[in-house]
């Protein structure tokens, strides 16, 4: 049951995120709710212990990006490409994430900042905190863009929510595909077109994090708490800045894991 709703994640979470080719990606993140981990928590503890399951979330995500080069902190945007579309593949397939829902829509631009946040914001009926992702999106257009030949532009949102009445925690990820034009200024403007907006939303399945606790405390072993995750995936305003290296506390050997499948590596309880 578990191997098949995996399944089913993997192939639609990749297919819809992974499409149009593009040129550079600006990343950001942010966080609603509250984190109720334990000040104590240790890398057994936060998958053993459903208040910890926020930051058991955000070691997962940052060890997924890590294992497979996704660093927006401190990689330029044009190398995030690819290792954004080997990122999703690695959260989609964790055994410990459920994707429950998502949105796979165009919108109509009309070269307006103002538009482009109203449209996200009315673009679906039922995806929690729009407005907050569409501010979020509309920030992540760069205002300033030096190597021109840089037109396709993924703008990917990592959300990380801890609902306050109770469940298991979760996270989306969003993106926006869509072009961007320079003037002689090398000023961003968005002109009119068709973008492609996703969100794929997916959940923490608390049981399997708590039965699997051992082994993921041994494979996951650096504990990265939900704000330490949305620096991670926080592009730098200024693009060309790679002095970033918010990485560095993250211990090389911990993600040494080759891009096969994790129900393998974990030897996944049902
Ligand atoms: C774009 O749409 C917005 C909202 O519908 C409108 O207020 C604005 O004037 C439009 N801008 C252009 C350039 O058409």
Known sequence: MLFAKTLIALISATAVLAQSPANAVASGAFFVGEDTTESSVTARSMFEKPE???TAVSSVLAFAAKSVNFQPASKPAKSLVTTLDAFVERVSTFPGFITSNWVDTSIKLNGSFTQLEKMIREADDHITH???????????VPGYIQDKSLKKWILSLVVLDNPEDSGNPKFKLVR???????????????PEQTAKLVIVDF?????????????????????VSPRDAVDLFT?????????ADLWAFLREKSFSLEAYDWQVVLNWKK
């Open 130 to 140: 729009l407005p907050l992702i569409a501010r979020n999106i509309r920030d992540l």
């Open 52 to 54: 910890n399951h926020i």
């Open 203 to 223: 959940h923490a399945n608390g049981a399997s994090l708590i039965a699997n606790a051992a082994t993921l405390s041994t494979m996951i072993p650096t504990i």
């Open 235 to 243: 592009s730098p305003k200024v693009i060309e800045d790679t002095t």
């Open 176 to 190: 926006v595909v869509l072009d961007l034009s320079t003037d002689k200024d090398h000023t961003v403007f968005i």
